[in-house]
């Protein structure tokens, strides 16, 4: 096995690698003392009562994901990597009593879920949660939103030593080809739901936005992922719901959205207005215009003449 360390929980400031994952804490923490329940602190050194002090917290942002998180529920756990020979998570916080832990993989680049977010990393980042969960044998239906805080004695926290890893290389070690639909397991998935919903939702807002105003955007937004939310065997929380319809809404009357918009039907102005390079030909019905003539308009006309090679 790779030579992990323990941490010495008592003097975590000094410990370089559980600094930088105080630092990439949000500001505002979902948090608790025990996992069936929650609250949300702001994150402060100087108050006992911040949320990094928790036992249980969330490590991202509603719509940043920098840490995966791995729920394995059962014993020896700490030895998964070794036994399953899966990537190194970055940390491994280990339950004392019976020897469950949570995996912990740092990204070196946040994904983002925003309006204007890409989707291929928000797919590959799902997919490659469902390997790591599929490889290690991890708890399906975890959602990390609450996970056994690295920074809290009531848990045993292990450091590897690996750095923080790009998306690519981290999705590089693991067998994406099991996941054969990434839509199916999406039931099972924190990134799965969040991203299932983004997406859908999204698709859905870009053609109504230029007839709403935000208001009436954003509870349409809202409406729409609340339905999508309520397919999931585990729904996602109010809050993360809104956050998405929030952040599709915000981006669909931000400034570089409608920029974006009106130089796109502008090119497409630009492409039906083109005059054909095609030479008018004298004889031509298009040229001669016989419809004026006979005082009908040139759809009747061509009405009529279709009707008429129709019935020789």
């Avoid at 585990?234 to 931000?254: D, Q, R």
């Avoid at 400034?255 to 130089?263: C, Q």
Wanted: some cysteine.
């Amino acid at each position: 096995m790779e030579n992990i360390q323990r941490a010495n929980l008592e003097n975590w400031e000094d410990i370089p690698e559980l600094v930088d994952l105080y630092s990439h804490l949000p500001r505002k923490m979902r948090c608790s003392t025990k996992k069936d329940s929650t609250m949300f602190r702001n994150k402060s050194k100087t108050s006992e009562q911040s949320g990094h002090t928790f036992a249980y917290v969330g490590y991202n942002p509603p719509n940043v994901t920098r840490y995966i998180v791995i729920d394995l529920d059962y014993e020896h756990a700490i030895s998964a990597y070794y036994d399953y020979n899966a990537p190194l998570p970055q940390f491994i916080v280990k339950n004392p009593e019976n020897g469950h832990c949570h995996y912990i993989y740092q990204l070196k680049d946040p994904v983002t879920f925003y309006g204007k977010s890409r989707s291929s990393p928000i797919r590959l980042l799902t997919a490659t949660e469902q390997a790591l969960t599929a490889l290690l044998g991890g708890d399906k239906g975890f959602t990390g939103y609450l996970a056994k805080n690295a920074l809290n004695s009531a848990h045993e926290t292990y450091i590897t030593g690996v750095k923080p890893y790009s998306l690519n290389e981290l999705s590089s070690h693991l067998d994406l080809e099991r996941i054969e639909n990434p839509n199916e397991p999406m039931n099972d998935c924190t990134y799965g739901r969040n991203s299932g919903t983004f997406d859908a939702v999204r698709v859905q807002a870009y053609k109504v936005a230029g007839k709403l105003n935000y208001t009436q955007l954003y509870n349409e937004c809202l409406s729409l992922a609340q339905s999508y939310n309520a397919r999931y065997d585990t729904p996602m929380s109010y809050n993360e719901v809104k956050g998405i319809a929030k952040s599709i809404a915000n981006y669909c009357k931000s400034p570089a959205y409608i920029r974006s918009l009106s130089e796109l039907q502008a090119k497409k102005g630009a492409k039906g207005g083109k005059v054909s390079k095609r030479k008018p030909v004298k004889t031509s019905a298009r040229t001669k215009q016989p419809w004026l003539e006979l005082g009908i308009s040139r759809r009747t006309y061509y009405r009529d003449l279709n009707k008429n090679d129709s019935q020789k």
